[in-house]
């Protein structure tokens, strides 16, 4: 099981990117499959995290109504639209998969991680 996370970029403040994450061939209906981020001199935090079956998703406050985590119908990529990005934003961004129906962005819960992708906003 492997995670490939892409679609990192630079960009502007208020501009738009969309990561991938492909989960290498297994289906993500039985995982949890979170998106985390660490910016430079701060700790790793949870974004946002799209459930198994029936999916459901939940992100920090700090992204709400700007970013949308979501999978395709086949069940191999979960995406997260990053809209109206701002500075703070910047940071590396990992994919995470676990497999388990909650809806949790506990990191130590999470044993399936992708290399990371850099998202840098300029101001």
């Known amino acids: 099981v492997q995670l490939q996370a892409s679609g990192g970029g630079l960009v502007q403040s208020g501009g738009s990117l969309r990561l991938s994450c492909a989960t290498g061939?297994?289906?993500?209906?039985?995982?949890?499959i979170s998106w985390f981020r660490q910016a430079p001199g701060k700790e790793r935090e949870g974004v946002s995290c799209?459930?198994?079956?029936?999916?459901?998703?939940r992100s920090i406050d700090s992204v709400k109504g700007r970013f949308t985590i979501s999978r395709d119908d086949a069940g191999n990529i979960v995406y997260l639209l990053m809209n109206n990005l701002k500075p703070e934003d910047t940071a590396a961004y990992y994919c995470?998969?676990?497999?388990?129906?909650?809806?949790?962005?506990?990191?130590?819960?999470?044993?399936?991680w992708g290399q990371g992708t850099l998202v840098t906003v300029s101001s």
């Open positions: 799209i459930s198994g079956s029936e999916p459901q998703t």
């Open positions: 995470a998969a676990a497999r388990t129906s909650a809806l949790t962005t506990r990191s130590e819960l999470y044993p399936i």
């Open positions: 061939g297994f289906s993500s209906d039985y995982y949890a």
